[in-house]
């Protein structure tokens, strides 16, 4: 393992972070650095003072209650509507998609794998923009965008067509989770990353459960109307109109403290220095300058690495699931109506899971990492049900059964986005790492929805054997990540106990180098504390 001053890359102007000097002045360069662009999302006269002001406990409740009320019911809203739109050609193809548009073999998987493609492709110019412009007025054009796609999808009649639509759809739909990512990091504390996050990503199933209702509504009317009707295309239609609908919604309540209308000046300063505790600088999302040197130090920080192969091993799983799992179903003997109405369990089990991890990390420390292991051991189970069993009417249930405990899978890659804001400083390294990890999740989707293969329905054994195997390598590598955490804070915890700082004095170096986009290996005051809440140095295990 390496030495700590092997791991951390301490600027030209500070030797060390124990030596660091107690009157911080800003260099050219730093002060160049947090300069905004024309367009940017911060307003001259709100950035004069680098200085936050002191506010009280209260007035920071009040904000937060404030942003709560504004931004979760409507990521909510957003994040749901995104994933439904996503997933819902796993249900459409039960209502005659694949018949009616003429696909074979292998065309139908590519509908998915596509999606990811332009989705990764994407993924970092999308990031660069985020970083350069307005960020709600960006993620709402992406999302009117993405719901004339959608739209558009209930008029395709051929391959080419679907396939060009779905590529279109990956393109504008990649900036939506890494952009509320980092609208969580510009509006909450460390300590909420977690819940705060989990709360908007809990739509998954949550609005699941309203769109599944929605959709056999639709479907219902195939059945008394005959397969003339074409439910499938009428799902899209409902879904694209609901799209716009949202992204309309979103131009004039989404964004920054900096960019929202329905802050006062006053407020918008309180929400900066609110989030100057993190330690990993301002919302400002208009730094002109890209870094070379934080890029290079992703590559020699492990917790990258650990960052996009989990997220690989996530999402092989997921991208079969997501494609095949109401088709798998089907075949175990049910009708394309149950599979809907059996999926609304499964969504209400992960709500719950999801409001219970929340409010857990929310109040106790150092559980992230122990609640993303856990929840990737009943899926293993579930994928070995599914491959193991024959599509036979008495084990149906037992299959069915199979396919719900493997609900939990996708906190193992939830979690894993809510530790980049928490524990990745420095804009340049941050937008890396999140690029990286949905990099890992375009990948990996990618491939799950491969290795399921029409020669191998209707079981789709190797598929579902593989979807294990994947989850059983990320158990394995979910350990080895929070011992290196774990090794990480204790060797900062020694070196800052040698210091003899105060924890005022802690509090405020750690503020200064966050303001100059230092990162978490140049500053030794990032994240959550692992041991006592005096020191402010620890990456974040929760």
């Known amino acids: 393992m390496a030495q700590a ?13 124990l030596d660091f000097p107690r009157d911080l002045e800003k260099d050219a360069e730093k002060i160049t650095d947090v300069e905004i ?34 931004l979760l019911p409507l990521m909510w809203l957003c994040y749901g509507i995104q994933q439904t739109d996503k997933t819902s050609i796993g249900t459409q193809a039960t209502f005659g998609l694949s018949k009616d548009t003429g696909l074979v073999g292998q065309q139908y998987s590519w509908l998915t794998t596509v999606f990811y493609i332009t989705y990764m492709c994407f993924e970092f110019p999308s990031n660069i923009i985020l970083q350069r412009y307005l960020m709600g007025r960006t993620l709402s054009c992406y999302m009117l965008c993405w719901g004339v796609v959608v739209l558009c999808v209930g008029f395709a009649q051929n391959f080419t067509q679907l396939i060009t639509l779905r590529a279109l759809q990956g393109l504008f739909e990649c900036c939506i989770s890494p952009g509320f990512i980092l609208v969580v990091g510009s509006w909450y504390t460390t300590r909420e990353h977690a819940s705060r996050s989990l709360v908007f990503q809990s739509a998954n199933a949550g609005f699941g459960i309203i769109a599944n209702l929605t959709l056999y509504g639709i479907g219902s009317v195939q059945y008394s109307r005959g397969a003339g009707f074409q439910a499938w295309r009428y799902m899209s239609y409902f879904l694209g109109s609901m799209t716009i609908l949202t992204g309309c919604l979103c131009l ?10 329905w802050l006062s000046p006053e407020e918008k300063k309180i929400a900066n220095a ?23 130090e992703c590559l020699i920080d492990p917790c990258f690495w650990f960052a996009g192969v989990n997220a690989f091993l996530n999402s092989v799983p997921n991208g079969g699931i997501t494609a095949f799992g109401s088709i798998i179903n089907t075949n175990a003997g049910f009708t ?31 559980l992230r990492l122990y609640f993303m292991t856990v929840s990737v051991l009943p899926p293993i189970a579930g994928f070995i049900m599914m491959a193991t069993l024959p599509n ?16 939990p899978c996708v906190v193992g890659l939830f979690l894993a986005w809510t530790l980049i804001p928490s524990n990745v400083a420095g804009r340049t390294k941050r937008t890396l790492t999140s690029s990286f990890t949905f990099v890992g999740y375009c990948v990996g989707n990618m491939v799950g929805s491969q290795i399921f293969t029409a020669k191998d329905a209707p079981r789709y054994i190797h598929g579902t054997i593989g979807c ?15 011992v290196v955490l774990v090794m990480r804070n204790r060797r900062r915890d020694k070196q800052l106990q040698e210091q003899g700082l105060t924890e005022e004095e802690r509090v405020e170096r750690g503020k200064q180098l966050g303001e100059q986009d230092y990162t978490d290996f140049e500053n030794p005051y990032v994240g959550q504390t692992l041991v006592t809440p005096t020191l402010y140095f620890c990456w974040d295990l929760i």
């Open 5 to 17: 001053s092997e791991i951390t890359a301490i600027p030209t102007e500070v030797k060390s972070p």
């Open 37 to 70: 662009s024309e367009k940017s999302s911060v307003a001259a006269d709100e950035v004069q003072d680098d200085t936050a002001p002191k506010y009280t406990e209260e007035e920071y409740k009040k904000l937060k209650r404030k942003a709560d009320r504004y």
């Open 252 to 261: 004039f309540l989404l964004g920054t403290p900096s960019e929202v209308r």
């Open 274 to 296: 609110r989030i100057l505790s993190n330690n990993t600088g301002h919302d400002r999302t208009g730094i002109k300058r890209w870094k070379w040197k934080q890029a290079r």
């Open 336 to 366: 394309n109506l149950q599979v809907i109405l059996l999926d609304i369990p499964r969504n209400i089990t992960s709500v719950i899971w999801f409001i219970c991890i929340g409010v857990i990390t929310s109040r106790k420390k150092n």
């Open 392 to 407: 036979e009417p008495q084990y149906k249930w037992i299959k069915w059964a199979g396919y719900f405990i493997t609900v």
């Open 468 to 482: 294990a195997v994947c989850f059983g390598i990320e158990f394995v590598l979910l350990i080895v990540w929070r």
